[in-house]
């Protein structure tokens, strides 16, 4: 059976904001091609890919990644046995350690304080779905009076995968049988041209200052950035699918994966910049054998050039570089897609069949179950 890769490559604008800060509070950046380029990391916009999936899947399709599992195996247990509610947090911290977990629980300094909630030695990615079940398994071992079956909460653990488990997977050290392969790669999105950071100096007036008091209640600098970025993802069906074990789920999670990674934006200083923009093209393939990232065509960083825009010289090297790497190394891509609404990247046109973004998903419902089995 063959493997197919569905990669996704985006140009994004994004205009003056600081979408994802380092520990000093700049906007992130990396050197390629010799010039420093704006950043945001694959684990911000990974992130903002996940959230964006509740705004159209059902939370028993997704997963949590927290520390607080004891809290969420707690609630199911208070849903499903309210007259157990007083024991709620010994039996999920009980389920919890069945795993494998340390799990830390603060007491209260004194009678009147009331305990931080326990707390697990690492952040842990479970699907809604396994909390639900570790509470399951706690109360009828409470019910049989039995000790909790260890290899059955592993079990729970390992079985009902989330749609964002099984894309981002999971890893856990010191449980290696627990862990997920991610079936999903996000690369750092990169400005397609050289960058340098600039400085707000605001002021903020205390409202209720008089006449008399003229100064500013404040004053600070934001550092921001404006970019043309080259976005960039790939997923594994086969992966996808040996994580889901069901074709349908496996392509509903793959067009989510692609309805999200186009819509979705880091929420960084987005109050401050208000800075929500779409793609301004989306180019869509589907290869076979192996994925192929196409950051190779902004090496050399873009300029504006011929009274031509940085997005539009952008666009035709994006087309010119993934045009001449196929002529060069063949394996063109089975089925390219293209998203550009805009006369700016009308030069993407020339890679594939030309959809509207709504067109696009519902091509791709159409279409991925072929290449999710395979064929």
Not at 46 to 56: L, T
């Amino acid at each position: 059976m063959k493997n197919f890769y569905l990669d996704v490559h985006a140009l994004h604008t994004v205009p003056p904001s600081n979408v994802n800060r380092d520990d000093t509070g700049s906007p992130k950046t990396a050197m390629y091609g010799g010039v420093r380029r704006a950043r945001v990391s694959s684990q911000a916009w990974k992130r903002a890919i996940r959230k964006d999936f509740s705004d159209y899947l059902d939370s028993s399709r997704l997963g949590t990644r927290t520390k607080r599992l004891v809290d969420m195996v707690a609630k199911h247990i208070q849903e499903i046995s309210p007259e157990l509610s007083d024991r709620a947090a010994e039996l999920a911290i009980a389920a919890v350690q069945a795993g494998g977990f340390k799990v830390e629980v603060p007491k209260a300094k004194d009678e009147t304080a009331t305990a931080k909630p326990a707390r697990t030695e690492y952040l842990l990615f479970v699907s809604n779905i396994q909390a639900r079940r570790l509470a399951e398994v706690a109360l009828e071992a409470e019910k049989n009076g039995a000790d909790l079956d260890k290899k059955l909460v592993k079990a729970v653990l390992q079985s009902d995968q989330s749609v964002d488990v099984s894309l981002f997977g999971r890893m856990i050290a010191n449980s290696t049988d627990l862990n997920v392969d991610a079936s999903v790669q996000v690369a750092h999105a990169i400005s397609v041209h050289a960058v340098e950071s600039e400085f707000d100096y605001f002021t903020a007036v205390d409202d209720e200052s008089g006449d008399g008091e003229p100064g500013a209640g404040m004053i600070g600098t934001v550092e921001f950035n404006s970019s043309t970025l080259y976005r960039y993802a790939t997923l594994n069906l086969g992966g996808l699918l040996k994580n889901l074990g069901d074709p349908g789920a496996t392509v509903e999670a793959a067009v989510s994966f692609v309805r999200s990674f186009v819509e979705s934006m880091p929420t960084g200083k987005q109050n401050t910049f208000a800075n929500k923009t779409l793609p301004d093209g989306v180019v869509v393939t589907l290869r076979e054998r192996m994925p192929v990232n196409l950051v190779g065509a902004f090496e050399e960083a873009v300029t504006a050039e011929d009274g031509k825009g940085r997005l539009r010289v952008a666009a035709e090297r994006l087309a010119r570089y993934s045009a001449e790497l196929d002529a060069g190394f063949g394996g063109a891509a089975t089925t390219t897609f293209v998203v550009a609404p805009t006369s700016a990247v009308e030069a993407l046109s020339q890679l594939g069949r030309g959809v509207s973004f709504p067109d696009l998903i519902e091509a791709l419902e159409s279409e991925l179950p072929a290449y999710v089995r395979g064929e």
